[in-house]
């Protein structure tokens, strides 16, 4: 069984932690509260440089774009939730999110009664229903597919092309190759962006020469597991399920976008050197190996995490109502 963020407890647990027969992880008040400091302390490390610079003002053109294009704030992602089928046991449980959870009783491994809280699975299921379907299809579908690996992150700078530099996004970084040498590059390559979200910021004069003209409607039938955007989105999908996703699979999806994000800003047409990034060219041979190598290995990093928010989906709804339900649009 794929692993969904938390560990399967032995038969010779006691209260403190067990496996029903039915699959009921049941979690004592001593486990579940350390897995949720753990989870906070994880967070809090990963979080400290951007809540030092967000304290004192100080934009960041790499780190903040996983906090203003995803809408998840730091004080959610500190929030722990144990996912579907655990049972938080204890006269003093208190759900992550009461609203979202409702009393219960189970048995510990040693068959004696414990009574607690878990996620509602009814009522999630009325209220994030769709989402869930759209997420599993959209991921299913995904997952199914080869990975394309040859887009080189031209994406980025098919979203300066042409463009005055007052108008550039990043206008307080400069361009590695300046405005026409970006623009060179993008004349010199086949561009071939499958993903919605970094197509639809193409400027208007780079839109013809994509291969792709992906819409949000064909984004089931184009997302492939190679693009690091849609593999950055990972995160996305799993904290729109939250709180029906385990917190640890959360912040792994986060990681994964984090340093996905590096990549993608290192290969752009940036110089981000002033903040600690090395280029890679992806305009020379070298620097198009690099890239390859790297998409590669988080294609690999992002299928097992796909693979697990699926079997969530999975627990959280085991069949759909109706196909073609899709999530709300957005970060």
Request: net charge negative; charged share 30%; with cysteine.
């Amino acid at each position: 069984m794929i692993s969904l963020g938390w560990e399967p407890m032995s038969s010779s647990t006691d209260a403190q932690g067990g496996l029903r027969a039915d699959g009921i992880d049941v979690l004592g008040a001593d486990v579940w509260r350390e897995r949720e400091r753990r989870h906070r302390e994880r967070v809090d490390a990963l979080l400290a440089d951007h809540l030092d610079r967000r304290a004192r003002g100080i934009a960041h053109p790499v780190e903040d774009f996983l906090f203003t294009y995803y809408s998840h704030r730091p004080a959610q992602l500190r929030r722990w939730h144990p996912g579907p089928g655990v049972l938080l046991a204890g006269p003093t449980a208190q759900a992550p999110a009461s609203n979202w959870y409702r009393e219960a009783a189970g048995t510990d491994a040693d068959g004696r009664a414990v009574r607690g809280t878990t996620l509602d699975l009814d009522a999630f299921a009325a209220r994030r229903g769709s989402t869930v379907d759209f997420v599993r299809g959209l991921l299913g579908a995904v997952q199914e597919r080869p990975a394309h690996l040859g887009c080189f992150g031209l994406h980025e700078w098919a979203m300066v092309y042409r463009l005055p530099a007052d108008e550039v996004r990043h206008a307080q970084v400069p361009l590695r190759l300046g405005t026409q040498g970006t623009d060179r590059v993008v004349e010199s390559h086949r561009i071939r962006c499958s993903h919605y979200d970094a197509f639809r910021f193409f400027t208007e004069a780079a839109r013809p020469r994509n291969r792709l003209q992906p819409t949000r409607e064909s984004q089931t039938a184009l997302d492939q597991p190679g693009c690091l955007h849609a593999n950055m989105d990972l995160y996305k999908w799993a904290y729109k399920l939250s709180p029906g996703v385990p917190g640890e699979l959360v912040v792994d999806c986060f990681e994964l976008a984090k340093d996905i994000r590096e990549l993608d800003m290192r290969a752009s047409p940036y110089d981000l050197r002033e903040h600690g990034y090395e280029p890679v060219a992806i305009e020379t041979p070298e620097g198009k190996a690099a890239y390859v190598e790297a998409q590669r290995a988080f294609a690999e990093r992002a299928g097992g995490l796909r693979a697990r928010l699926l079997e969530v989906c999975d627990r959280l709804r085991p069949e759909p109502v109706e196909p073609g339900e899709r999530a709300v649009d957005g970060g």
